[in-house]
């Protein structure tokens, strides 16, 4: 089976850019989760969307949204970029998105950098 | 709401010597725990994970975890370190439902000495 992939690997906007990010679920897989992570923060779960419906949303502003497929394939997107956002951007899926028993299974993310 | 906590950003061992990596969570409700492991520039690799099975837990290459309730801590042991175990080690911490998504510390930062 082939794994989480991300594109693109890596992304340079300027601020008050928009940047849109994807993510393509293990086959079979209906959650997909999405994942900021920065050395002065660590990783920090932004949202979750499982069969087209985001539910569950981390602590993040709004300028910070995303979606899913029908596919189960996600989008991320952030509006309105600051310096701040530049970041490592990992998604996770697993089959039914409960993160306690089941394995989520990392892409091997989008590094942005904001400048 | 969860927490966890990693003491030490960075932990430096001899090759063949004794790691240990620490991890205290702090959880209203029973916690599921995760070792995860991310190699530079890659994402992140389960190492293992507790679901209150087994409190000793054994994982992928050679690594094992133990639950202890009463200390509230999680942390990873590997017998015999190698080169290749050189990495960024991330403990989390959810609950069944994972409504919060995982919750993650610091990371600490394994350096291999020859």
């Known amino acids: 089976k082939a794994g989480v992939t991300q594109t693109p690997r890596y992304l340079i906007k300027t601020r008050g850019q928009q940047v849109t990010l994807s993510c393509s679920p293990i086959?079979?897989?209906?959650?997909v989760s999405w994942y900021q992570q920065t050395p002065g923060q660590g990783l920090q779960f932004l949202f979750e969307?499982?069969?087209?419906?985001?539910?569950n949303k981390g602590n993040f502003p709004g300028r910070f949204s995303g979606r899913q497929f029908s596919n189960s394939r996600s989008e991320m997107n952030v509006s309105t970029l600051e310096l701040g956002d530049s970041a490592l951007y990992l998604c996770?899926?697993?089959?039914?998105?409960?993160?306690?028993?089941?394995?989520?299974?990392f892409g091997p993310g989008t590094r942005l950098l904001v400048l | 709401a969860q927490s966890v906590t990693q003491l030490g950003s960075h932990v430096s061992v001899s090759e063949g010597a004794l790691v240990l990596l620490r991890c205290n969570y702090s959880?209203?409700?029973?916690?599921?725990l995760f070792w995860y492991v991310q190699y530079p520039n890659q994402g992140l690799q389960l190492l293992l994970k507790?679901?209150?099975?087994?409190?000793l837990v054994k994982g992928i290459n050679g690594f094992e975890a133990e639950f202890k309730k009463s200390e509230t801590s999680f942390h990873l042991t590997k017998p015999s370190a190698h080169m290749s175990d050189a990495a960024e080690y991330f403990c989390?911490?959810?609950?069944?439902?994972?409504?919060?998504?995982?919750?993650f510390g610091k990371g600490t930062h394994l350096i291999i000495q020859p």
């Open positions: 996770a899926s697993s089959t039914e998105g409960l993160a306690g028993v089941e394995t989520q299974y």
């Open positions: 086959s079979g897989h209906r959650s």
């Open positions: 969307y499982f069969s087209e419906t985001q539910r």
């Open positions: 959880s209203s409700v029973p916690p599921y």
């Open positions: 507790y679901t209150s099975a087994a409190t």
């Open positions: 989390a911490v959810s609950d069944v439902r994972g409504a919060d998504g995982l919750t």
